[in-house]
């Protein structure tokens, strides 16, 4: 498995272009007013599929025009569809335009991904690990084969997703990475929606919102 990271937009969300064999995945595509399409198509890069961890503008903003270009499928978490509806509650910080052209595309091209699910593309499989609490179902996606894991916003190197934004709950989303991520093994490579990547193991033994107690961090 062949991972490339591009940071895109203005919250620098990690795109991942990854391949497999002849087979090409985007996740999280990102945000940056449609240009990763043109980005992509200078790197000859046509995907078979897009997945997208969480229903944050800054992860599914250029995905439209990219799955109308290249008429793919779109795997997004099942419960993170309300998530979406509902999410103008978040008021200015997202581009109702942008949000709307998302919740057409999923109606068209979606594939709704549940808890456990297993979603096969190709060559690629990856166990779906659904975590609550930085969103209303943030996707993981974890290939035990390759030892990798994508995790969304929920995990980054030395932090968490942020809590602030609807459905937020700080001690929800260490519960949820303590009982979804943590019983991987050491040398599970973690791919964060932000920043640089980092392992199960530096993670557990060093994270400060999954060495204390979450009670205890506010
Ligand atoms: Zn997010």
Redesign the pocket.
Known sequence: MKIRRVEVGAYQTNCYMVEQDSTRILIDPGDADGQVLPFLERQSFRPDAILV??G?Q??YGDVSAICTAYDVPVYFPEEEVGYLAESSRQGSLWDTGKREAFMRILQTHGRFVKDGEIVRIGTIAFEARMIAH??RA?MCLYDAENKVIFT??NLFRGSI??TD?YKGDTKGLCDGIRKKILPLPDDIKVYP?HGEPTSVGIERRTNYYLTHDPEALW
Request: aromatic residues 0%; glycine residues 28%.
């Open positions: 961890t969480h944050h800054d992860h930085h969103t943030g969304g916003d997703g942020r934004l929606g």
